[in-house]
Structures are given as structure tokens and as C-alpha cells.
């Protein structure tokens, strides 16, 4: 078979991406038909910025998922090697494909191992999207739950709590991001321990949350208290102690280490953010009146002060999950996080910069994908922001 052209090749691109637009379409569609039932994702849609955005954001979401979760979008495995096609251009034919099952072309052409660019794009979204939001999630809880009464109570407990991240921030972000990860701190056992710190904070964050909420319905308390604990020690032992009694859920080493850095470095700056907002929105007159009712501290600070924050919050959780990204991309091109064989953007992006200058196709798909999606994120956010001003 004689190579694709240009043409033929962004044809076949876009047909692979069909469920990609469908599930855009759906979403568009639904939300823009009911916006204004949406509160402030629904306002999201009344800013062309912000839309531009969150079809980018969305765009790579759905790939991740149809892409690298089901496997609908990729044309060849991500690991598999054919022979003849290493460093092949866009558009080539693979040798014997019909009889062996395989798509009969190399969509973005061949990486220096004969790998499909293509396919490792796809699924280099998957390993973003299984990292990056979650991650910075976990930070905000970690944040939101230190940040409150820090902002809330001030005195001795803030002084403590400041001093202590202000201490990580005196550190470079990339450079204690390195040491997180490299190879001599791992074996360490250092971001194991610090993953059992860490990811007790969502189970005390909802905890908390609820507790605060339901105290006068006990009934109701305690059922919600009582799943959040069974499922969350559950999940916890799992992902942080690699424990599970049930040996349904493991996290691999390399991935939790990467994990546990992320939420380390981006901790406290959202601590820093919330005990802001926390100090100005405590002197608003619906907090004294919550007050002179009788509410407790907790449920002032997450059912009064945290709502009232949740515009520049939701802003820069958006902003975090590019800089997440961008960090993720940053240790994949250094080697180091992620396992070598891993398909990331930033370990590809690694792999065809060394015949940069004589094969452009290995590095530039990654790359603008990296680009894409970062890009995405901070136009959504930009579209929050305006319209929460609004609000």
C-alpha cells in the first residue's frame, strides 16, 4: 500500500475520534439547553472564552476516557513494535496488516522503538487524566481542611500552620518535586509514609463535612458517617498502604509516588488561598448571623465561609490541574515518576526530541496535545472567573 497523504490522514484522525464528538456534541448540547438550571457551570456557557476552553478540556476528558479506559479510539497497541516502521513518517502502511488483524496504517507515523504515535498520544491522556485531577483534588481537601480553621480561628493554630507552609514554599516547586521522586528518596519509604498522612485528609475532610451538616438529624449523621469511614479506610488502605483486605484496589509504586508529590507541592498553596478568603469572608454579616443562631465553628466555616469561596477556589483548581500537567509532562521528559515504558506525554515527548532535528512526528503530537490541553484549562478558567465575578 503506497502511504496516506495529508488529506486522507486528518480524514481517518477524525473519523477515530467519532465517539470524541458525540459525547461533545451531547454535552454541549444538554448544557446549553439547560444553563440556566446549572448555576455557575450553566453562566460558563454565556462566555465564548470559557466555552473554547471547556470544549479543549472536555475534548481531552473523553479521549482519556474512550481512548486509553475502552480502547475505542487507539488503532495499535501503545507497547507493540512492527517491524520496518521505525521513525516512519505520517500516513505509513503496516506491513501485513490484514492478515495479522492489525489497522492498516500509522495514523502519526512511528516512534524510534516502531511504535504508533498515534496510539501513544491517546493513551498518554489517560495517564494525565489519572493523575493530574485527582491529585489536585486531594490537595484542595488537604488545603480546605487546614485552611479553614487556620483563616477562621487565627492566633497560635495559624501561626503553626503558616510557618509550616510557608517552610515547603521556601522550596523551589520543580526542585521538591525532583527530590519527591527520584529514585534515592523512594526506596526511602519517605512518600509511602507521607501517602498515609495525606490521604487521610479526604476521609477527615468528609467526615467533617457531614458531621457539620446533619448534627441535629442523628440518624442521617450517622449513616453517612459510617459509609464515609468503611469506604473511605477502605480506598485508603488500599491506595496508601497498598493493604486492601478485599485485594480489589492497588496503587503501582511508581504511580503513587508521582501522586503523593503532587499533593504534597500543591497543598499549600491552596492552604495559603482558603485561609485568605477564610479571614475575609468571617467578618461578612451571614457569618455573625450564623453565629449569634448558635452553628458550630465547623459548620460556619464549611457550610457558610466555603461556599462564599468557591468562585476563585473552582478558578484555581483549574489553573492547578494545568500546572499538575505541566509538572507531570516536565518529570516524564526528565525520566522520572512514571515508568520508562509509560506512553505520558512528557516521557514521548522525551523519546522524539533526540532526532528532533531530523524526524519532527515522533514529538510534535504529544506536544501539542500537552499544549491543547493546558491551554484549555486556563481559558475555563478565565471563563470562571468572569462569570463568578458576575455572580
Known amino acids: 500500500m503506497d502511504p496516506l497523504g495529508w ?55 473523553y479521549t482519556a476516557v474512550f481512548g486509553g479506559a475502552f480502547g475505542w479510539i487507539v488503532t495499535h497497541d501503545t ?15 503496516v506491513p501485513d496488516a490484514g492478515a495479522n488483524g492489525l489497522y492498516p ?29 485527582f491529585a489536585t483534588l486531594f490537595a484542595f481537601m488537604v488545603g480546605i481542611t487546614l485552611g479553614l480553621p487556620a483563616g477562621y480561628y487565627g492566633g497560635r493554630l495559624d501561626t503553626f500552620l503558616s510557618f509550616l507552609a510557608n517552610l515547603i514554599l521556601a522550596f523551589p516547586v520543580i526542585l521538591l518535586f525532583y527530590l519527591l521522586v527520584t529514585p534515592e528518596i523512594v526506596v526511602t519509604g519517605i512518600p509511602v509514609y507521607m501517602a498515609g498522612v495525606l490521604f487521610l485528609f479526604p476521609i477527615i475532610f468528609l467526615t467533617i463535612l457531614f458531621n457539620s451538616r446533619f ?8 449513616i453517612y458517617l459510617v459509609v464515609t469511614l468503611v469506604v473511605g479506610l477502605w480506598i485508603y488502605l488500599g491506595i496508601a498502604w497498598n493493604a486492601d483486605p478485599l485485594g480489589l484496589i ?15 507541592v500543591n497543598s499549600p498553596t491552596v492552604f495559603r488561598i482558603v485561609r485568605g478568603l477564610a479571614m475575609d469572608i468571617k467578618t461578612r454579616d451571614y457569618v455573625a448571623a450564623a453565629q449569634t443562631r448558635g452553628e458550630g465553628p ?12 468557591r468562585g476563585p477556589l473552582i478558578v484555581d483548581f483549574c489553573l492547578r490541574i494545568g500546572y499538575t500537567t505541566i509538572l507531570l509532562g516536565t518529570l516524564g521528559f526528565f525520566g ?32 501539542m496535545a500537552l499544549l491543547s490541553l493546558v491551554l ?16
Do not use: C
Request: hydrophobic share 50%; proline share 7%; charged share 15%.
Open 7 to 61: 488529506g486522507e490522514i486528518i480524514t481517518r484522525i477524525l473519523i477515530q475520534f467519532t465517539p470524541v464528538w458525540i459525547a461533545l456534541g451531547l454535552t454541549f448540547g444538554l448544557s446549553i439547553a439547560f444553563k440556566r438550571r446549572l448555576g455557575l457551570y450553566g453562566k460558563l456557557f454565556d462566555s465564548v472564552i470559557g466555552m473554547f476552553g471547556f470544549a479543549l478540556v472536555m475534548f481531552w476528558v
Open 79 to 93: 507497547l507493540s513494535q512492527i517491524s520496518g516502521l521505525k521513525n516512519k513518517v505520517p500516513g505509513s502502511p
Open 105 to 133: 496504517y500509522y495514523l502519526m507515523g512511528g516512534d524510534n522503538l516502531a511504535r504508533d504515535v498515534f496510539s501513544r498520544m491517546i493513551v498518554g491522556a489517560w495517564e494525565v487524566m489519572k493523575i493530574a485531577p
Open 215 to 222: 448534627f441535629t438529624q442523628p440518624a442521617r449523621r450517622n
Open 250 to 264: 492497588s496503587f503501582p509504586p511508581n504511580l503513587l509516588v508521582v501522586f503523593v508529590a503532587v499533593v504534597f
Open 298 to 309: 465547623w459548620y460556619i466555616m464549611l457550610w457558610e465561609i466555603l461556599p462564599n469561596a
Open 336 to 367: 522520572l515518576g512514571l515508568s520508562p515504558e509509560s506512553p505520558d506525554w512528557g516521557s514521548t515527548i522525551n523519546e522524539g526530541r533526540k532526532l528532533l532535528s531530523i524526524y519532527l512526528h515522533p514529538a510534535v503530537p504529544p506536544a
Open 376 to 391: 484549555g484549562l486556563n481559558l475555563l478558567a478565565d471563563g470562571l472567573r468572569e462569570e463568578s465575578l458576575r455572580d
